[in-house]
């Protein structure tokens, strides 16, 4: 249980571009989601936290237009880069928590999407 | 505001040895702790958890972690390194909260040689 999907998996797209990723908790209810952006051989850093059907709150420093992140259901976010440019080029994680139930106190990672940008 | 230290940005071990990964937390509350494994290009996999309990704390694949709240430290450790164990790994801290994510050390590169 508790498993968290992200698609894709890697995806390459021309400067300018817009891309979406989703992230999908498969078999729990995920009341907060966060994504997080890792750099080659850096740890992650937190983007935004999401809650389910209210706006994401993001960190210092991440451009809100340029990162859009819906969390429209207890089950699915989706984060587009607008506009994106090589600098935006990065691998992103999602990582999904249930609040509420048994699974309070943990959260559960999805596999990571590799975006690169030409 | 919580933090994670990992002092050790590369280790090299040879096959067999055994293993010690540092951690220490800064945190107001009772932390809950996690050490994570990346390989390259690949997500997260979780080694093990403390949340409560017992301060020793199983993992798969042979791991183990101290929970030492004298020292805010919660050390990674295994008796005998495989090369498969050669890895990014990262200590995280968290909160019994909804809305507050985990935040994690820089990591700690492993390198296994024969």
């Known amino acids: 249980g508790a498993v968290v999907s992200q698609h894709p998996s890697w995806v390459i797209c021309k400067s300018g571009t817009s891309v979406k990723i989703e992230c999908r908790s498969l078999?729990?209810?995920?009341?907060?989601m966060f994504w997080y952006r890792q750099f080659p051989k850096q740890s992650l850093m937190l983007m935004a936290t999401?809650?389910?059907?209210?706006?994401?709150?993001?960190e210092q420093g991440v451009e809100k237009d340029k990162f859009l992140i819906n969390h429209a259901s207890l089950t699915l976010s989706t984060l587009t880069v607008t506009s994106a440019h090589p600098e935006d080029s990065s691998f992103y994680i999602c990582s999904a928590r249930d609040y509420r139930g048994f699974l309070y106190n943990e959260q559960f990672f999805g596999p990571g999407t590799r975006l690169t940008v030409l | 505001a919580q933090s994670v230290t990992q002092p050790d940005i590369h280790i090299t071990v040879s096959e067999g040895a055994s293993l010690e990964l540092r951690c220490n937390y800064s945190?107001?509350?009772?932390?809950?702790l996690f050490w994570y494994v990346q390989s390259p290009g690949q997500g997260l996999q979780l080694l093990l958890k403390?949340?409560?309990?017992?301060?020793l704390v199983q993992g798969i694949k042979g791991f183990e972690a101290e929970f030492k709240r004298s020292q805010s430290s919660f050390n990674l450790r295994k008796p005998s390194v495989h090369w498969s164990d050669a890895a990014e790994y990262f200590c995280a801290v968290g909160a019994n909260s909804g809305n507050t994510p985990l935040v994690f050390g820089k990591g700690t590169r492993l390198s296994v040689i024969a």
């Open positions: 945190y107001g509350a009772t932390p809950y």
């Open positions: 403390y949340f409560s309990g017992d301060t």
């Open positions: 999401s809650n389910e059907g209210s706006k994401a709150t993001y």
């Open positions: 078999d729990f209810q995920a009341t907060t």
